[in-house]
């Protein structure tokens, strides 16, 4: 699922910039205190989303610093600290983890291998803390690759897993009273996040023989119109829960990334796909 969750950067104002910095560099910073040197490897703009998020509906008391780091030696930086923030961390591993290991069984890579080996104990100390998203998590994704393993033909089951998996991790607490929109915007997300893959990495899956959803639908004339019309509509769903979250902090911010961020990987895929059409036909 990584890589699709971020805001358009050219579209914040600087003060936007600031805070998703200070998100982003505080599930860093709780990655390195809670697992590690090496736990920051696993650091993605999907995880700084939900810290933002959940900082935004729950307001937990935050701690603000200055820091420097490797990739920011001169100049220091705005860090956050909070629960909320150690809590996107953790789930930053469990997800992270399951990546690894999907590689490692896709391919048999050997950066597969090696995250999957470097995170296990690590992910052993968020099984202890959240059993319940990571028994969801790993049941989610034992029914999504059995059922790709099987060539399962309606990509909506698959689907459906990716959203019950993200969808657990968006949950701290079941009992909450914004559990089930939380639960709702993951899931949405994790179901538009495994859609926009399989139409991403359709071609090359197709020169690999590799198992792809989509495939059975790629010789529909309208294909690209029907993959644009099923995403929007699978993003929908997780924005119509969003909208019901009473958000007042960073709003904008949020809406940068679930209206226009996470599209960004589709149109530069268009755009590329049109230039090579251009080239093909000497334009």
Same mark, same amino acid.
Not at 47 to 70: G, K, Q, V
Not at 97 to 107: E, I, T, V
């Given at each position: ?103 490692? /069984? +896709? ?9 999957? #080996?470097?995170?296990? !104990?690590? =992910?052993?100390?968020?099984? %202890? ?66 859609? /926009? +893959? ?9 020169? #690999?023989?590799?198992? !792809?959803? =989509?495939?059975?639908?790629? %010789? ?64």
């Amino acid at each position: 699922m990584f890589g699709y969750i971020a805001p358009v950067f050219r579209s914040l104002t600087g003060e936007q910039q600031t805070v998703w910095r200070a998100y982003y560099c505080g599930v860093c910073h709780s990655l390195k205190s809670r697992f590690g040197q090496t736990g920051r490897l696993s650091l993605s703009h999907d995880m700084t989303f939900l810290a933002l998020l959940l900082s935004s509906l729950y307001e937990p008391d935050t701690e603000i610093s200055r820091s420097r780091c490797a990739l920011h030696p001169v100049h220091a930086h705005t860090v956050y600290a909070s629960g909320m923030i150690d809590y996107a961390a953790d789930m930053n591993i469990l997800l992270f983890y399951y990546k690894a290991l999907d590689q490692r /069984m +896709d391919d048999g890579s050997f950066s597969g291998r090696a995250a999957e #080996k470097t995170f296990r !104990n690590k =992910l052993e100390k968020v099984r %202890a803390q959240y059993p319940r998203q990571s028994v969801r998590v790993q049941e989610s994704l034992k029914l999504l690759w059995e059922g790709e393993k099987a060539k399962q033909p309606d990509p909506d089951l698959l689907c459906n897993l990716s959203g019950r998996m993200l969808g657990s991790v968006f949950v701290p607490d079941p009992d909450d009273l914004w559990a089930p929109q939380l639960y709702a915007v993951g899931e949405g997300l994790g179901r538009f996040v495994y859609w /926009m +893959d399989a139409w991403e990495d359709l071609e090359e899956d197709r020169k #690999k023989k590799r198992f !792809n959803p =989509l495939l059975a639908y790629s %010789a529909r004339e309208d294909y690209e119109a029907f993959c644009r019309e099923t995403l929007e509509m699978l993003i929908a769903e997780a924005t119509e829960h969003f909208e019901l979250l009473p958000l007042e902090r960073d709003l904008p911010l949020l809406r940068n990334v679930l209206y226009s961020g996470i599209w960004q990987r589709y149109a530069l895929r268009m755009e590329q796909r049109e230039r090579k059409e251009a080239r093909r036909h000497g334009k």
